[in-house]
C-alpha cells in the first residue's frame, strides 16, 4: 500500500538525511508533505522515487487536524 510521510521543519537534516531521503522509498512511501526540508533535500526525492511536497506557509499536519488516518490524493 502507498504510503504518505506527514513531517515537521527540516525534513532530511542531521546525520541520518541520506536515509531521510532513500528510506522511503524503501518502505513503499510515494510522498512526503513537510513544513519544511533540509536545504539540498527537494533536489533529490524524485531520484528515489518520491514526491517532495510543502505545507503551505502556517499549515502543519497539527493546524489542520491530519491524524494519518486519512486517504490521500495527490494529483500531478
Known sequence: MPLVILAGKEYGS???RDWARKGPCLLGVRAVIAESYE???PLEPGRHGYSALQFLFGETA???KLT???VVEILA
Open 62 to 64: 497539527q493546524s489542520l
Open 39 to 41: 536545504r539540498i533535500h
Open 68 to 70: 494519518g488516518e486519512e
Open 14 to 16: 542531521g546525520s541520518s
